[in-house]
Each structure stands twice: as structure tokens, then as C-alpha cells.
């Protein structure tokens, strides 16, 4: 059996400071630590930093009083969640992804020029909620909309004449965002957006690397959390490419059955998903199947690096 690994996959620099942030702050403040919502999508790296000493929440309320340390996820927060964290004396540290924060800037600066904004993204996930937590109603006259679909852009009723911007989620799928993005235009021909994609990086280049990947493959394994945006758009499009695949966390979750008549295997990781998780899945089709071979693709090389809050950089870890 012939198996190929996407590249890239796994780890974008965004999670790697993210987690880093964590393990960091465990190490100089000592346990506990708190993080408002999973610092990334992962079941494996949050069980991980639970057994450190992490205390994931979702509302600030459940943190005790006292000198405690939050730490904001990679998906970014509300402005009234940093309000209320100042307010309450928490020691922060935000874990929040660099290139959502440049989302988030986008959305401050249409608020304050009372701009209408439509937000393309997943109505509830953390970080449309955070993104349109920017959102100043005190600061600007306009409104912001959430639109997942072209026929939720066909149901909108926005008058011409008002000032329109739009912004998207970091982790969709690249052709339905363009597409929507297509339709507003249509719809509206006023409206702006950003100068450079929303849609991050290591989004984009593991879609590619999927694209790629599905090509030559009967059978595609997406290693990444049912909860984990990125990893979801990844499986919805290696099917797209007309291939089975399969969503999974880790190993354990493989059904071996479903290697029926499959001579080619496909593996990639979201974003959130380390490479343990990819090597283990590795070693479960190497003792479960006969004759393989392994073969890493060639793909787009990344070397972003996103630092680290000062005070974490300066201090020295023994």
C-alpha cells in the first residue's frame, strides 16, 4: 500500500505560540492557569496542558478572585471580555493568532467610520465571536451581519447607498469564501474588503497541499478535531476531490474496514494537530497493513514565526 503525506499539514505558527504561550506560563507562574476556551482546536494538546496544570473555561466568571493568569486563545476575544478581565485584575497573556488580530483591526477601523460590515464565517465559533466582539456600537452607526453561505448573501437587506465592507473568518475553505465574496460583489459593487486575504496562510497552503494530495489517493485521513474549523474545511474538500475521507482525532479512531480495496492512503493534520498524532497514525497503517511505502509530498515551505508576549521572552526558563 502506497501512502503520502501533505505537506504541509500539522502545526501553523499561530498554534505553535499559542500552546508555547501555555507551557510558558505554567513554568514561570506555576499551576493554575487559566485560558478562556481551548487555547487551539486539539483534544490531544488540550489534555496535554490539562495534565500541566491548565484550567480551560469558558466564561471568565468561573476563574476565582485573586492575582490569577488568563490566557486568551488563538481564536481572539471580545473587547468586553478584555474589559472585564482588566477590570477583575487578571494577570493576561494573549494567545490570540496575529493574523486574527489583523481581522480584528479591520473591524475596528469600519466600525469607527460607521461602515455596514458583513462578516463572512461560522455563526457561533469562537472566533467570529470574538471578531464581531470589536464591534463598537458606541463608536460607529453601523451594523455588522454574519453570512456562511450565498444564500444567506442573497437574503440580505442592506440598503446601496450605506457605506459596506466585508471580512472573513481565518479558517474557511478557500473556494466557497471566494465565491461568496463573489456573490457580495454582484449584489453590492460598493462594498470593500481587505487589501490581503483574511483567510490565513496555513489555511490556504494545507487546502492546496488536500487538492493535491486527493489526486492520487483512494482514501484520504485528516488528522484534527471534530471542533477544529481548518481540519473540518480539509475533510469537506479531499471528499470534494471525490475521494472517501475521514475525520480523526487520533489512531484509535481508525476502522480498519475502511481500507477495503484502498491501495493508496492520503494523510495530512490541521492546523491545531501535532505531528505525534500524524506518526502515530503512521505506525497503525504500517502494523496493519503489509507491504508499505511512505512518500512525503512536496509542498509550499513555511517559516513563519510569531514571537512570544515580552515578558515571556525575557524571563528565562530552567
Known sequence: MKISLANPRGFCAGVDRAIEIVNRAIELFGAPIYVKHEVVHNRFVVNNL???????????????????????????????????AKKRGFKVFDATCPLVTKVHMEVIRYCKSNYDLILIGHQGHPEVEGTIGQWDKEKGTGKVYIVESISDVKKLAIETNHKLAYVTQTTLSLDDTADIIQELKLKYP????????????????RQIAVKHLAQD????????SVNSSNSNRLHELAERQGVNAYLIDDAECIDVKWF??????????????????????????TENNGNITIKELDGEPENMVFALPKELRLKQIN
Do not use: M, W
Open 50 to 84: 490539562k495534565e500541566k496544570g491548565a484550567v480551560f473555561v469558558e466564561e471568565l466568571d468561573e476563574i476565582p478572585n485573586g492575582e490569577n493568569i488568563v490566557i486568551f486563545s488563538a481564536h481572539g476575544v471580545s473587547q468586553q471580555v478584555r474589559y472585564e
Open 190 to 205: 460598493q462594498i470593500q474588503g481587505p487589501k490581503h486575504d483574511d483567510i490565513c496562510y496555513a489555511t490556504q497552503n
Open 217 to 224: 489517493c483512494d482514501l484520504v485521513l485528516v488528522v484534527g
Open 260 to 285: 477495503d480495496n484502498v491501495k493508496s492512503i492520503g494523510v495530512t493534520a490541521g492546523a491545531s494537530a501535532p505531528e505525534k498524532l500524524v506518526n502515530d497514525v503512521l505506525n497503525f497503517l
